[in-house]
């Protein structure tokens, strides 16, 4: 466990060379409290409600589903590993004695866990200066429930990128896959058509995909709704996790031997 | 105690043969024509503990595959193949814990890490206990007199700087057996000098075999007292270096760097390989290669900005 620690640890390092990317991300931080308070102020003039959601509670939603979004890097991993796999340098992981699907996930670990503290520090800053109103839940188990649902999200998005990334091994080139999981991802939170549009049984089905709960669902539990969903929504992000993790094991196992590589 | 060991070792590459051409193209994606590619055939090699063995070949002979194999990167098609007791492609923890890799065209180094956060994630990685970690941190770091690279950004560092950065993380964690790719590619003449002094030493204070390819034969020669040629992924010489070049070299090959623009006698048995106004390539027959070495020295002797002899 220490090793994979380490290796978070490295990446966060590295993340802090780049001094204008640090800077970058805090001015982005910032920008994105003032879009949305315009935005919405806008939207809001002469409504008490949109979708039933109050001005504060709708832009603490916002700011809460884009932060949680702009964490969300994981498919640097699948890019990576299709790059080296490709040019014959992923046996520099190969030859060290971890688990390449723990480092990768650590190696994602460290770099969210540095735009995590620079973002929540640069929010928390300017929704202090500009005494904008927060709604937050102050349940306990919601408050729980969404923070282990956040964490596991973004382990699954690690997870995912991973499997699609060893794809690569035996199908060479795996933009088709890429753009189908960004498609179903888009589709599923709502972001190519508005989830209310579609029929009861489809975002029913929606359910059971891991993608609804990666931002959508913890954001909502954080501003108190959705109570309902919480337990379910981890069980089934849990069971996603694992089934990727045994999926991505076997994966690795198996076409590995087949991975004749370029170069060394 | 035979620490590599291969027996009828191969390895068969498929790769797709494509027509040339837009229609070729098209051909290919309904009807595809594979071609299959020995690599390495039928190879033994044995490997005793402690040796310093060499393996040169030309570009395409199976050097780098057989190597793959060794580490168990790639799978062997056929054949038996252990090191240190290990099928290698079986990539179990307590193996890849022994053994070490160095890439002179890649990097196992993160660039954006200082040296020292570097050489410290690997210490977690292989589990290298604090106090061994600092004694042989500072055993190599002494060794090669990079003290002052520690804090620096690994990027920053120029090739022979890095190379020798590379050697460092590779031996932290006292590997049993070194393999070593062409370490010193595209070095100059003073850090390829201390690299190959840094690997004599590892090899005679701490034991540790070493299997080195390279295309320098002045790093065969003065490294490995065995060596393994192969051509077309077969052996074809497995002994005594000095034997290899006593029996085999018929030739040396000069290079001569001028500070200024100079128009030199050239001896008629010398082949001119390369001439430009500041630097001349000459393959001369072995006997002759002192006698005009000494003749270039003579004439030139303050114009002479690096000499160095090749087979």
Redesign the interface.
């Known amino acids: 466990m ?2 994979y ?3 978070a640890k ?1 990446y966060m ?2 993340q802090l ?2 001094r204008s990317d640090t800077f970058v991300d805090v001015i982005l931080s910032v920008a994105k409290i003032l879009f949305a308070w315009i935005l919405w102020s806008i939207l809001f003039e002469g409504k008490e409600q949109i979708a039933g959601l109050g001005f504060p509670a709708m832009i603490s939603y916002y700011i809460i589903s884009s932060y949680l979004f702009q964490l969300e890097k994981s498919a640097e991993i699948s890019r990576q590993m299709t790059g080296m796999l490709r040019n ?2 992923f ?2 992981y ?5 688990q390449t699907q723990g480092y990768f996930v650590a190696m994602e670990a460290g770099k969210i866990a540095f735009s995590a503290g620079i973002g929540f520090l640069a929010t928390f800053l300017w929704f202090y200066l500009f005494r904008i109103p927060f709604v937050h839940t102050a349940n306990r188990k919601l408050l729980l429930c969404g923070s282990i649902m956040v964490v596991l999200g973004l382990l699954f998005m690690a997870l995912l990128n991973y499997f699609l990334g060893i794809l690569t091994v035996k199908f060479e080139e795996i933009s088709i896959f890429l753009m189908i999981k960004d498609n179903l991802s888009a589709f599923v939170t709502g972001a190519v058509i508005p989830l209310a549009l579609l029929p009861e049984w489809m975002t029913a089905g929606m359910r059971f995909l891991p993608f609804y709960y990666v931002t959508y669902l913890p954001s909502m539990l954080f501003i108190g709704k959705c109570e309902e969903e919480a337990v379910t929504g981890l069980i089934v992000l849990g069971v996603w996790c694992m089934v990727f993790l045994v999926l991505n094991q076997v994966t690795y196992e198996h076409d ?2 087949k ?3 370029a ?2 | 105690m035979k620490i590599i060991e291969t027996e009828n070792l191969t390895k068969k ?1 498929k790769r797709y043969k494509k027509q040339e051409g837009l229609a070729g193209s098209i051909k290919g994606l309904f009807h595809r024509k594979y071609e299959e590619k020995i690599a390495v055939d039928d190879f033994d090699i044995h490997v005793n503990e402690g040796e310093f063995v060499g393996l040169i070949g030309p570009n395409g002979a199976g050097k ?1 595959t057989l ?2 194999m060794l ?5 062997p098609t056929s054949g038996r193949i252990q090191v240190m007791g290990f099928y290698p ?1 079986k ?1 179990e ?1 307590a193996f ?2 022994q ?3 160095v ?1 002179g ?4 180094l ?1 660039f ?2 200082t040296t020292e ?2 050489l ?3 210490k ?4 290298i206990p604090e106090d061994e970690y600092k004694r042989n941190k500072d055993f190599f770091v002494d060794l090669f007199q990079v003290q002052e690279l520690m804090n620096v ?1 690994v990027r920053t560092l120029s090739l022979g700087e890095r190379m020798k950065m590379e050697l460092i993380v590779a031996l932290l964690h006292n590997p049993k057996i070194l393999f070593l ?1 062409e370490p010193t590619i595209g070095l100059d003449a003073v850090a390829g000098k201390q690299i190959r002094t840094f690997l004599k030493d590892v090899n005679e204070s701490r034991g540790t075999t070493i299997l080195l390819t390279s295309h320098y034969m002045e790093d065969i020669k003065v490294l490995c007292k065995r060596s393994i040629v192969v051509n077309h992924g077969r052996k074809i010489y497995d002994g005594g270096t000095e034997l290899l070049f006593e029996n085999y070299q018929k030739s040396k090959r000069l290079t001569i760097y001028f500070e200024h623009s100079i128009e030199p006698d050239v001896p008629e048995y010398c082949r001119v390989l390369e001439k430009k106004d500041d630097k001349l390539v000459l393959e001369i027959p072995k006997q002759n290669a002192e006698k005009v070495l000494e003749s270039f020295i003579g004439i030139i002797r303050s114009g002479i900005l690096e000499l160095r002899k090749k087979k």
């Not at chain 1, 190969?94 to 971890?98: A, G």
């Not at chain 2, 580490?71 to 799978?75: E, L, N, P």
């Open positions: 220490k090793k620690l380490e290796i490295a390092k590295a060379i780049w014959g340098t046996s520099k190969m030859v060290i004695p971890v590995r031997i991975y004749d590589g170069g060394i | 590459y780098t190597v793959k580490t168990g990167i790639i799978a492609n990539l923890k890849k814990q053994y070490a890799v890439m065209q890649k990097s196992q993160f954006e890490l956060d570097t410290r994630l690997f977690e990685i292989y589990g950004q790719d």
